[in-house]
């Protein structure tokens, strides 16, 4: 019975290089979520990975099913998006997260409808939805580069970003180094979120990001345990979705952001750090 939860890893190859990959792109995307809800900026990820498609669809239009052409494409349409919202709201007054609403629905039908039109030479389905097969070692390596260069990138802004997100105007005050950090941060959510969706799916990566961060609230108040307890939650994700593609048949992509979803719920219910069955009833209405 044991000999299930490896077994496919062992006799397949492309298993392997998708645990691999989604268990590289958990540890380097997890974090990131967890400054996002610390920023409150959860609903921005989601925004950002709609997105990506259209300069992904522009990609394989002009260069095919290549790695590069696809993720500078949605590298560029995920930095050019946020940076409209951010324009908008300077010059407006609108907040960034209804900028980032009002902008990712047309990014969306734009990259869909791109998308839908190359269907015939493009897996639409597999896109948008994640599939195993898509993680050959050109994309493996790419996934490995981007997860280790996030990881390094966040390590040498994190004390930065730390004070940005908790007292930006104390950080202003002593250094400038606040947008700088707030950019660079941004740029890493895109880079995670573009490298992710061969996989994991366009459609599907943002919930690899902001699950198991969302889920590691419940279980720590410290920053450095809850960048760890999400980093190893949607690890866990990964290989559970894996196996579970892999017997029932399915999609990659859900299955490992179900798994997610319910390390999520999982932790809502026992989690000690304001879990249902350690708080009380009556604090739940103070």
């Given at each position: 019975?044991?000999?299930?939860?490896?077994?496919?890893?062992?006799?397949?190859?492309?298993?392997?290089?998708?645990?691999?990959?989604?268990?590289v792109l958990a540890l380097s995307a997890a974090p990131l979520g967890v400054f996002l809800i610390l920023r409150r900026m959860s609903l921005i990820g989601d925004a950002i990975a709609h997105g990506i498609l259209p300069g992904a669809a522009l990609g394989f239009w002009l260069f095919g099913l290549s790695l590069p052409a696809?993720?500078?494409?949605?590298?560029?349409?995920?930095?050019?998006?946020?940076?409209?919202?951010?324009?908008?709201?300077?010059?407006?007054?609108?907040?960034?997260?209804?900028?980032?609403?009002?902008?990712?629905?047309?990014?969306?039908?734009?990259?869909?409808?791109?998308?839908?039109?190359?269907?015939?030479?493009?897996?639409?389905?597999?896109?948008?939805?994640?599939?195993?097969?898509?993680?050959?070692?050109?994309?493996?390596?790419?996934?490995?580069?981007?997860?280790?260069?996030?990881?390094?990138?966040?390590?040498?802004?994190?004390?930065?970003?730390?004070?940005?997100?908790?007292?930006?105007?104390?950080?202003?005050?002593?250094?400038?180094?606040?947008?700088?950090?707030?950019?660079?941060?941004?740029?890493?959510?895109?880079?995670?979120?573009?490298?992710?969706?061969?996989?994991?799916?366009?459609?599907?990566?943002?919930?690899?990001?902001?699950?198991?961060?969302?889920?590691?609230?419940?279980?720590?108040?410290?920053?450095?345990?809850?960048?760890?307890?999400?980093?190893?939650?949607?690890?866990?994700?990964?290989?559970?979705?894996?196996?579970?593609?892999?017997?029932?048949?399915?999609?990659?992509?859900?299955?490992?952001?179900?798994?997610?979803?319910?390390?999520?719920?999982?932790?809502?219910?026992?989690?000690?750090?304001?879990?249902?069955?350690?708080?009380?009833?009556?604090?739940?209405?103070?």
């Open positions: 019975m044991l000999a299930a939860l490896w077994q496919p890893f062992v006799e397949f190859a492309f298993m392997r290089r998708a645990l691999l990959g989604g268990a696809l993720t500078l494409g949605g590298l560029l349409a995920g930095l050019s998006m946020a940076g409209l919202a951010a324009w908008i709201t300077r010059r407006t007054g609108l907040h960034e997260d209804a900028s980032m609403a009002a902008i990712y629905p047309i990014s969306l039908a734009s990259g869909v409808l791109l998308l839908g039109l190359a269907s015939q030479q493009l897996d639409l389905l597999h896109l948008l939805f994640g599939s195993v097969l898509a993680v050959d070692q050109p994309t493996l390596n790419g996934m490995l580069t981007v997860s280790l260069g996030s990881l390094l990138g966040l390590a040498l802004i994190y004390r930065w970003l730390l004070l940005d997100s908790l007292d930006p105007l104390f950080l202003g005050s002593v250094s400038r180094f606040g947008p700088l950090a707030y950019g660079l941060f941004l740029t890493l959510v895109v880079l995670n979120l573009v490298i992710g969706f061969q996989a994991i799916g366009a459609l599907m990566v943002v919930g690899l990001m902001m699950l198991p961060a969302a889920a590691a609230r419940f279980w720590s108040r410290h920053l450095p345990s809850l960048l760890l307890i999400a980093a190893l939650t949607g690890v866990l994700s990964v290989w559970l979705g894996l196996l579970l593609s892999y017997y029932a048949n399915l999609p990659s992509g859900p299955c490992i952001i179900l798994l997610a979803g319910a390390c999520y719920g999982f932790s809502v219910i026992a989690g000690p750090v304001k879990g249902l069955l350690r708080t009380p009833t009556a604090a739940l209405y103070s």
